[in-house]
């Protein structure tokens, strides 16, 4: 089992940034992918960004330009660093793990954007 730990969300300003951060533990495997998903009130859960091991980045067209995934090896840290945020990108953000075909979810952490 894998626990993932998302912090650093909260409420900020149309046109605002805001990073958040996810804790992966323990040791990461080449094969392993991770990501960052939201899920607005009363839409499914949504693809926002992943990485690889090897730092290779997707993003939702929604995002892309804005937003920027990271991963810090080191301190077994994932981030999204969120610019130019809008009213549509308020959601519960969540990191996942997949590896293997199993899917590990955090808890989740609110972003609001207010107009």
């Known amino acids: 089992q894998v626990q993932l730990v998302e912090s650093g969300g909260g409420l900020v300003q149309d046109g605002g940034s805001l990073r958040l951060s996810c804790e992966v533990p323990?040791?990461?495997?080449?094969?392993?992918?991770m990501g960052w998903y939201r899920q607005a009130p009363g839409k499914a859960r949504e693809l926002v960004a992943t990485i690889t091991i090897t730092q290779i980045t997707n993003y939702a067209d929604s995002v892309k330009g804005r937003f920027t995934i990271s991963r810090d090896g080191a301190n077994k840290k994932m981030y999204l660093q969120m610019d130019s945020v809008k009213p549509e990108d308020t959601a519960v953000y969540f990191c996942?793990?997949?590896?293997?075909?199993?899917?590990?979810w955090g808890q989740g952490t609110q972003v609001t954007v207010s107009s």
């Open positions: 323990g040791i990461l495997f080449s094969s392993d992918r």
């Open positions: 996942t793990l997949t590896r293997a075909s199993e899917n590990y």
